[in-house]
């Protein structure tokens, strides 16, 4: 059985030899990638890609190099500049890439778990509690009003605020220290 020998179709086009494209490269190599360099601020990676795929384009389209390779330097450096372009859309098109992040420095995603607990035993420590204390600590702490806002909404003066908010957080330090989570750290010895 004789191997399999490879026929060129009639619409297969033809390519540029292997000469002319040495010659390309030896010639305006060199000045495509130092432009290239400076197009892709320096990223030599990217600047070898988009040559490489230059002098693929025009190994491609020997009608390009018609002129002869010491001719086609204004012809390369149109392809590179359009190829450049088209890596710069598809960059730009193409979610961020994140290099040499350590995962520890980024936010950890909030668990709605977790935020559902911590308000169960939040409502747990706040049952434990005195009504009068109760009401002051849920507007000054969990919705964030003023003393005197509280003040105004529950028909108390300032100073009834103030105290009920020091007797319930003195309240609330022994029910909280039962719970590891929620315990106070201690300051560090001097």
Known sequence: M?????????????TL???????????HGGYLLRALLRVTNGDRGKAEDILQETLLR?????ESISRGAAQSRPWLFTVAR???????????ARAQEVAGEVLEDRPVAEDP???????RDVAAMLDTL???????????????????????????????????????IRALR????????????PAPAA
Do not use: C
Request: glycine letters at 4%.
């Open 2 to 14: 004789q191997p399999a020998v490879p026929t060129q179709t009639p619409s297969a086009r033809p």
């Open 17 to 27: 030899d292997q000469e002319t494209l040495a010659e390309l490269y030896r010639l």
């Open 58 to 62: 025009a190994w491609q389209h020997p």
């Open 82 to 92: 359009r190829i450049a372009i088209d890596h710069f859309r598809m960059a730009a």
């Open 113 to 119: 778990y977790e935020a559902v607990l911590q308000g």
């Open 130 to 168: 005195q009504p009068h204390h109760r009401e002051v600590l849920v507007e000054l702490h969990l919705k964030d009003r003023s003393v005197v806002e509280t003040a105004e909404l529950l028909g108390v003066p300032p100073g009834t605020v103030k105290s009920r908010n020091f007797y319930a």
């Open 174 to 185: 022994p029910v909280l220290a039962k719970q590891r989570e929620y315990a106070p750290t």
